[in-house]
């Protein structure tokens, strides 16, 4: 049972990584030439990963792999809003 609890918190953790990353770039740094760049998606991983290894360290259902999946997901987040941008993606409003 604490198998799939675990499993369960670590898929969480990469669907909020992945869309609220996605939706930041998207939404807030459609101006920010840095932010398009492939090389920001990489930094933004290896960031979200490095800041949620202590947390996944501390929190006994979750694992490192845990926290490496976060990061690659805020990555492939990063980069899928930056690809948005750059596809004509409208603000709706």
Not at 11 to 27: K, P, Q, S
Request: hydrophobic share 55%; no cysteine; aromatic share 10%.
């Amino acid at each position: 049972m604490l198998g799939i609890l675990s499993v369960v918190i670590s898929l969480g953790a990469v669907w909020f990584g992945y869309g609220t990353a996605r939706r930041f770039v998207r939404d807030r740094l459609r101006y920010v030439d840095g932010a398009l760049s492939s090389g920001a998606a990489v930094v933004a991983g290896v960031g979200a990963a490095l800041v949620a290894w202590p947390v996944a360290w501390l929190l006994p259902l979750v694992s490192g792999g845990t926290a490496i999946a976060f990061g690659i997901a805020v990555g492939l987040g990063t980069r899928a809003g930056a690809s948005d941008i750059k596809h004509g993606y409208r603000l709706r409003g």
